[in-house]
T-cell receptor, first 116, second 114 residues
Framework: AQKVTQAQTEISVVEKEDVTLDCVYETRDTTYYLFWYKQPPSGELVFLIRRNSFDEQNEISGRYSWNFQKSTSSFNFTITASQVVDSAVYFCALSPWGTNAGKSTFGDGTTLTVKP | KAGVTQTPRYLIKTRGQQVTLSCSPISGHRSVSWYQQTPGQGLQFLFEYFSETQRNKGNFPGRFSGRQFSNSRSEMNVSTLELGDSALYLC?????????????FGEGSRLTVL
């Protein structure tokens, strides 16, 4: 069984602060994918980043960066210099490889509020 | 490029009724999955269809069913509605058949059961 835990229910920061969203996952699969999605107040979930289980290289894309550590089963997401428009609910998700790929498991989400 | 379209956007039903929700995926996407989103339970996986076949199923009672048509459009049905079925139902489509593809979500159908 797969499980995704986002321990932070709500985070509040002031604009321009850096913020890290934590994600811990459980899976017995050796091949899998991890994702972060953003759900703004308008409601539509939008894909942000993806990582496969064989690629632990951490990357930076604009103000976004992520830290994937297989040894601790963590896939943390950082927003640098946060902006008010970053206010949203962020979901971490885990998807297996193969015919079960369509069965994604989501964390409960972290509500980020960025205050001006 | 048109996104994932879900209809209706809002609906109100009473207990015991049934409801059918529709989802049109992005053109070319053959995988369509459905999720139930509630404040207390987050996003819960309902089922996934690929090439008109249910490929994966979540832990929901048999009152929840779905199907996919040859054009990849999908419908989900909930029979004998209960108050607890009130939720936002999200449809997502994906291009990649065996994994790694991100999900493209629709805006959802918000169901209220009275």
């Amino acid at each position: 069984a797969q499980k995704v835990t986002q321990a932070q229910t709500e985070i509040s920061v002031v604009e321009k602060e850096d913020v890290t969203l934590d994600c811990v996952y459980e899976t017995r699969d050796t091949t899998y994918y991890l994702f972060w999605y953003k759900q703004p107040p308008s409601g539509e979930l939008v894909f942000l980043i993806r990582r496969n289980s064989f690629d632990e290289q951490n990357e930076i894309s604009g103000r976004y960066s992520w830290n994937f550590q297989k040894s601790t089963s963590s896939f943390n997401f950082t927003i640098t210099a946060s902006q008010v428009v970053d206010s949203a609910v962020y979901f971490c998700a885990l998807s297996p490889w193969g015919t079960n790929a369509g069965k994604s498991t989501f964390g409960d989400g972290t509500t980020l509020t960025v205050k001006p | 490029k048109a996104g994932v379209t879900q209809t209706p956007r809002y609906l109100i039903k009473t207990r015991g009724q049934q409801v059918t929700l529709s989802c049109s995926p992005i053109s070319g996407h053959r995988s369509v999955s459905w999720y139930q989103q509630t404040p207390g339970q987050g996003l819960q996986f309902l089922f996934e269809y690929f090439s008109e076949t249910q490929r994966n199923k979540g832990n929901f009672p048999g009152r929840f069913s779905g199907r996919q048509f040859s054009n990849s459009r999908s419908e989900m049905n909930v029979s004998t509605l209960e108050l607890g079925d009130s939720a936002l139902y999200l449809c997502a489509s994906s291009l990649v058949a065996l994994g790694g593809g991100e999900l493209f979500f629709g805006e959802g159908s918000r169901l209220t059961v009275l």
